[in-house]
């Protein structure tokens, strides 16, 4: 890896995902690891799909982690446990090793 590389992945930990800030450990899909969790609200959803379903509501999320730091990476749809909650992985974005994993569930 090189000196980029490298600070990159130092800062993973250092800087995004410090526990002092916004860092927390979390059980993604059975990988202990520091994540950071954030909610998306109906407005960002909305905003992000430019859609919406009179009727229908559910959870949204954004799980930032490190790639490395799971035993396997999802795939978009598949089943995906969050501190034993069950969710399905809408969308999977690897950005210099930094995951973006965005996980929604319907909810009646």
Do not use: W
């Not at 992945?9 to 059975?30: C, R, T, V, W």
């Not at 501190?83 to 210099?96: A, W």
Request: aromatic content about 10%; overall charge negative.
């Amino acid at each position: 890896m090189n000196k980029f590389g490298k600070m990159i992945e130092a800062d993973f930990k250092n800087i995004f995902l410090n526990p002092q800030e916004l860092g927390e450990m979390h059980n993604l899909n059975g990988s202990y690891c520091l994540a950071s969790i954030q909610a998306l609200t109906d407005k960002d959803r909305i905003v992000q799909q430019n859609i919406g379903y009179e009727g229908i509501s559910g959870e949204v999320l954004n799980v930032f982690c490190v790639a490395k730091d799971l035993d396997e990476q999802p795939g978009q749809g598949e089943i995906f446990r969050l501190d034993d909650k069950i969710y399905y992985v809408q969308e999977i974005i690897n950005n210099f090793g930094m995951l973006k994993i965005t996980l929604g569930v319907n909810k009646p």
